[in-house]
């Protein structure tokens, strides 16, 4: 199911708003029908790699300064023009946000929005395109699709507006899918509608994707691969049953600790929880960057940045000093 | 000291009317809450979970009366709020607060943060003095230092201003609070630390919590008892324990199947509810579950179940509970 070369290859990603390293040094890899999802906190850089892949940082903000981005058949994205650039956006990678809303133009009719993709990338006749949003809108679990396709989108509650978004990423059946937190609005009843969707989809389509969230309960549920964040560098990454029953990273297994359960903390009844704040990007600690909050920390960690450190062949790495001893 | 209960709650409703069009006319009601019962005994923590729009939040106002209920009966250590004068009311509400989701837009931005903690005092006049060591106690009682108090809340991290949240609501020494989804807005590592002091302050304090959360899993931690809403009524209640390890109510069992948990057993897979909460304007008739209900029957379509005792504290509102308990919940779908 996930053999070949990958879909996606992201190499040695940084990229900064002014001064602020959002993105510093972030690679992974993700094949056929794979998920992979990147897991962190907020401001920890999962949202600016998203845009950084699609090439959608705002210019006046902020720029990819270093990396390469692989999709097959296309080549690096960083070194396609705007045009072409547009074209992978509407036909070889399907995008959904947190947010449906801004996927979504509030006076356009819900299916026209969906077949817009197939008219400009696939050049299907207005009815045509029609037809198929009102197919694809069957596919994705909405009601009723004919009827809904003549909705506007405040018309849909949030639920079904993302499902319609869905139904917008996957028209012209895109190798892959980006979603940055999108189920992260919804109750947790529509959020497993939704990742079911996902999953059926990825069975039926044979898509990859990338999923970004902050909850690793979501990870344990539906990833193959994970890559957890920590200010703006993956601190941890492998196979997610991996990472998740043998985290190597001090962050990891804090991260793992704050997760409720009945019983956490015996008769204490206490969380584990990770003292301290995220450090403000823009005037990050010399040294480890978790060295503040690291239960574990010691001299070196103070000195030296930990680099990236590759454990066995199965793509499992993990930053610390102190696991390099014990690997 | 007498053993009634802290908070005692009966048949409390609120509805609102819906106006619509160019004229504002009344089309409807939305039935927000709609009957709920509760109870709460000292230092002890109900758990309120529900999809959004069921009626939470209002459920918590209501029960402060900072919102007016159009039926039902409120008692606060044994006294009717609604029979309360002004003056009492105030009185006892130094005894019931309440802390918000969004920490952010609950502190006001051009308040001191000693000003904002410090003001309950102020309504209640105490001296300087009596309210600069109040504020100070406060602080550290919350886990920030005395020089915080000069501070403006944009200062915070959002763990931060949920704490100066808590201290204002601990100002006039409690022995209730409501909880709105205090930790949904913060970061995992953040959430967990506020939980924690939660935890800390209602064994010091003896604090009593109607904890309103979506997260069931914090629930199961944090809760002694939980009440599961839907449509503005409570459709189970139960000691956490009993609720998780033998949910009665068809809902019950579908939000607890739809939450996704470290176990990674693919609880989304089990694609355990169809649909969506429908419109509060017009729920409905009979059980107002049936339309997602996979076990629904004639019966539930037409009668409206009401909260059955099932023994050993849990309740449900369900004609089926123990049938579908009987068949380990395979019970085969009614209407397949
Ligand atoms: N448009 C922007 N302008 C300036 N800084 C930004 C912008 N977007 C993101 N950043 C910076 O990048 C950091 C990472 O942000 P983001 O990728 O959105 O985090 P996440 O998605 O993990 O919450 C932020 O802390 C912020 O400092
Ligand atoms: N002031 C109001 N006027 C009209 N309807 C309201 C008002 N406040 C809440 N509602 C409605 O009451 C229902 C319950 O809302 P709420 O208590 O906020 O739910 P929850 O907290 O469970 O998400 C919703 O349908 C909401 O739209
Ligand atoms: S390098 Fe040091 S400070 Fe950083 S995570 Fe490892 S032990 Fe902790
Ligand atoms: S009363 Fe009927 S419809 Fe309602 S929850 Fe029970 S079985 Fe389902
Ligand atoms: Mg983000
Ligand atoms: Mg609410």
Redesign the interface.
């Known amino acids: 199911m996930s053999d070949g070369a990958p879909v996606l290859a992201v190499e040695g990603l940084r990229t900064s708003f002014g001064a602020v390293r959002a993105v510093d040094g972030v690679s992974f890899s993700v094949r056929r029908g794979e998920t992979l999802c990147i897991v962190g906190e907020s401001g920890s850089g999962k949202s600016a790699t998203a845009l950084s892949i699609m090439g959608l940082i705002p210019r006046a903000a902020g720029k990819v300064v270093d990396g390469t981005v692989r999709l097959a058949g296309r080549g690096d994205l960083r070194r396609l023009d705007d045009t072409s650039m547009a074209e992978v956006r509407g036909r070889d990678i399907g995008m959904v946000f947190q947010e449906p809303m801004s996927a979504l133009n509030p006076v356009f009719r819900i299916g026209s929005q969906i077949g817009e993709p197939l008219r400009v990338h696939r050049g299907l006749s207005r009815r045509e395109a029609h037809e198929r949003a009102v197919e694809l809108l069957a596919m994705v679990g909405v009601p009723s699709p004919a009827q809904r396709a003549l909705d506007y989108p405040h018309q849909l509650s949030g639920g079904m507006r993302q499902r319609a978004v869905i139904a917008m990423a996957i028209a012209c059946e895109p190798a892959l899918i980006l979603a940055d937190e999108p189920t992260t609005a919804l109750d947790v009843t529509i959020q497993a509608q939704i990742l079911a969707l996902f999953e059926d989809l990825q069975d039926r389509l044979g898509v990859a994707m990338v999923f970004i969230t902050h909850d690793l309960r979501v990870v344990a549920e539906i990833a193959d691969q994970v890559c957890v964040m920590y200010a703006g560098v993956v601190v941890e990454q492998g196979a997610a049953r991996d990472v998740l029953r043998n985290p190597l990273h001090p962050y990891t297994q804090g991260l793992l600790g704050c997760v409720p359960r009945a019983g956490a903390g015996g008769t204490s009844r206490r969380l584990n929880a990770i003292p301290g704040t995220v450090p403000s990007l823009a005037a990050l600690p010399q040294g480890c960057r978790f060295r503040s909050r690291c239960p574990h920390a010691f001299a070196r960690c103070a000195e030296e940045e930990p680099p990236l450190l590759h454990q066995g062949g199965d793509g499992r790495a993990f930053r610390c000093w102190l696991t390099e001893a014990a690997a | 000291m007498t053993t009634a209960p802290l908070l005692e709650v009966e048949g409390l409703q609120v509805h609102y009317p819906v106006h619509r069009g160019p004229l504002q006319r009344r089309v409807g009601t939305v039935r927000a809450v709609d009957g709920v019962d509760l109870t709460l005994a000292r230092g002890e923590t109900l758990a309120l979970v529900g999809?959004?729009g069921c009626g939470k939040s209002t459920l918590g106002r209501a029960v402060l009366r900072l919102e007016e209920p159009t039926a039902g009966r409120v008692a606060f250590e044994g006294r009717d709020l609604g029979a309360l004068g002004k003056a009492e009311l105030r009185d006892a509400r130094r005894r019931m607060r309440m802390i918000f989701q969004d920490p952010q837009a609950s502190l006001n931005p051009r308040f001191r943060v000693e000003d904002i903690v410090g003001e309950a005092y102020d309504i209640h006049g105490l001296s300087r003095q009596e309210r600069a060591a109040g504020v100070r106690e406060l602080l550290a009682l919350v886990g920030l230092s005395p020089e915080h108090a000069r501070r403006f809340p944009h200062e915070f991290?959002g763990?931060q201003r949920q704490r100066i949240g808590i201290a204002r609501a601990l100002a006039l020494h409690p022995s209730f609070v409501v909880c709105d989804e205090p930790v949904s807005a913060l970061?995992?590592?953040?959430?967990?630390?506020v939980?924690?002091l939660l935890?800390?302050l209602q064994e010091k304090l003896g604090l009593a919590y109607l904890f309103i959360s979506?997260?069931?899993?914090?629930v199961?931690?944090?809760a002694d008892r939980v009440a599961v809403m839907y449509l503005g009524r409570i459709v189970e209640t139960a000691p956490a324990k009993a609720l998780?390890r033998r949910p009665r109510h068809p809902y019950t069992r579908?939000?607890l199947?739809?939450?996704?948990?470290?176990?990674?057993?693919?609880?989304?897979?089990?694609?355990?509810?169809?649909g969506?909460?429908p419109s509060p304007l017009a729920p409905p008739p009979g059980c107002t579950f049936h339309p997602r209900c996979p076990f629904a029957v004639d019966r539930c379509r037409a009668e409206a179940p009401p909260l059955r005792d099932l023994g050993d504290g849990v309740a449900a509102r369900c004609w089926r509970a123990e049938e579908i308990e009987a068949t380990g919940g395979l019970l085969a779908p009614a209407h397949a």
């Open positions: 999809e959004s991290s763990g970061d995992v590592s953040v959430q967990a630390q939980v924690n935890l800390e979506h997260d069931l899993h914090l199961e931690f944090f998780y579908a939000l199947a739809a939450s996704p948990s470290l176990d990674g057993e693919g609880h989304h897979r089990r694609a355990p509810l169809q969506e909460l």
